[in-house]
């Protein structure tokens, strides 16, 4: 090839570079944006609007519905993210904002901490579980069933006799639910079993707690009834589920299946003081029949 050859091929190239390109052997149409929504008008010191203060059983984002009203209803008796809507074929704005800032609030649970202060400030007694710091906590789940020789020591010195009922409040997987509903749950819980005739021991906050610590506990006092109140693992719906696991004579080892559980315990669910007095009610009935878990339901 000589040079007038390729200087050819160069000015043929450069020829259908200026036509418009082929598409699948189509003309090349360029695609029409149409109208653009103007950007909210927002300016700096200003706050965007709290998008986790919308109310999911109300949030309705679908256009032009068919059945607007029956389906509102229906709406009301779950948080679930129906009637989302879409652009195209996509998620709404508002739509994937709620869902990112309720994930960052799920994350925000595990990982943050209940304050220092809580248990002083609350007349409990705090010990901690063999977890030295919040990442071992979610890496060794046996280090938070179980207490070193210092702590068993507190709670020998924190809780006088052998009681028949020991409450145990521990921060488990969310320490957005124990701020928000611990207490008030334990005071419903203690109301209701004084109502009863029924002695509870010195309560006790326990850090880095998993649900088998409350079988440690128990180990170390001797009591009837351990009664753990702990931070269940946070979802899309709320950061702040508690749950109360009741078991009857618990030790080391004892079967998940000999538990019975009070689940959902927050603000949408079933609320704190509803749920202790619940509990109360539950505990005499463990009592009176000497088991828990399986072993209740079969007692009928």
Same mark, same amino acid.
């Given at each position: 090839?000589?040079?007038e050859?390729?200087?050819?091929i160069?000015?043929?190239?450069?020829?259908?570079?200026?036509?418009?390109?082929?598409?699948?052997?189509?003309?090349?149409?360029?695609?029409?944006?149409?109208?653009?929504?103007?950007?909210?008008?927002?300016?700096?010191g200003?706050?965007v609007?709290?998008?986790?203060?919308?109310?999911?059983?109300?949030?309705?984002l679908?256009?032009?519905?068919?059945?607007?009203?029956e389906? !509102? !209803?229906?709406?009301?008796?779950?948080?679930?993210?129906?009637?989302?809507?879409?652009?195209?074929?996509?998620?709404?704005?508002?739509?994937?904002?709620?869902?990112? /800032?309720?994930?960052?609030?799920?994350?925000?649970?595990v990982?943050?901490?209940?304050?220092?202060?809580?248990?002083?400030?609350?007349?409990?007694?705090?010990?901690?579980?063999?977890?030295?710091?919040?990442?071992?906590?979610?890496?060794?789940?046996?280090?938070?069933?179980?207490?070193?020789?210092?702590?068993?020591?507190?709670?020998?010195?924190?809780?006088?006799?052998?009681? !028949?009922?020991?409450?145990?409040?521990?921060?488990?997987l969310?320490?957005?639910?124990?701020i928000?509903?611990?207490?008030?749950?334990? /005071?419903?819980?203690?109301?209701?079993?004084?109502?009863?005739?029924?002695?509870?021991?010195?309560?006790?906050?326990? !850090?880095?707690?998993?649900?088998?610590?409350?079988?440690?506990?128990?180990?170390?006092?001797?009591?009837?009834?351990?009664?753990?109140?702990?931070?269940?693992?946070?979802?899309?719906?709320?950061?702040?589920?508690?749950?109360?696991?009741?078991t009857?004579?618990?030790?080391?080892?004892?079967?998940e299946?000999?538990?019975?559980?009070?689940?959902?315990?927050?603000?949408q669910?079933?609320?704190?003081?509803? /749920?202790?007095?619940?509990?109360?009610?539950?505990i005499?009935?463990?009592?009176?029949?000497?088991?828990?878990?399986?072993?209740?339901?079969?007692?009928?």
């Amino acid at each position: 090839m000589n040079k007038e050859e390729l200087a050819q091929i160069v000015a043929q190239l450069l020829q259908d570079m200026e036509k418009e390109p082929m598409v699948k052997a189509s003309e090349y149409k360029p695609t029409d944006p149409g109208p653009q929504k103007m950007q909210t008008p927002y300016t700096d010191g200003d706050f965007v609007p709290d998008v986790t203060a919308l109310d999911l059983r109300k949030l309705y984002l679908v256009e032009n519905p068919e059945k607007d009203e029956e389906y !509102r !209803r229906l709406k009301l008796r779950t948080p679930a993210r129906l009637g989302s809507g879409k652009a195209g074929a996509r998620y709404k704005t508002l739509t994937m904002l709620r869902f990112r /800032a309720d994930h960052a609030a799920a994350q925000d649970a595990v990982f943050s901490q209940v304050p220092e202060d809580f248990a002083e400030k609350n007349g409990l007694v705090a010990v901690q579980t063999r977890c030295k710091d919040k990442d071992q906590y979610l890496t060794r789940p046996d280090l938070g069933r179980c207490f070193d020789e210092e702590n068993q020591k507190k709670i020998r010195a924190a809780v006088s006799g052998t009681p !028949r009922v020991q409450i145990v409040i521990g921060d488990g997987l969310s320490s957005a639910a124990i701020i928000a509903n611990a207490m008030d749950c334990m /005071a419903s819980i203690r109301d209701g079993l004084k109502l009863r005739g029924i002695d509870t021991g010195k309560a006790l906050f326990v !850090r880095y707690c998993r649900v088998g610590a409350g079988d440690a506990v128990a180990d170390v006092t001797g009591c009837e009834v351990v009664c753990v109140l702990v931070g269940e693992r946070p979802g899309l719906v709320t950061d702040k589920s508690m749950s109360a696991y009741i078991t009857y004579k618990a030790h080391t080892g004892v079967s998940e299946s000999s538990r019975t559980v009070v689940s959902n315990i927050h603000a949408q669910g079933t609320p704190a003081s509803e /749920a202790g007095a619940y509990v109360a009610e539950l505990i005499e009935t463990i009592l009176k029949k000497k088991t828990s878990g399986v072993g209740l339901h079969l007692e009928g």
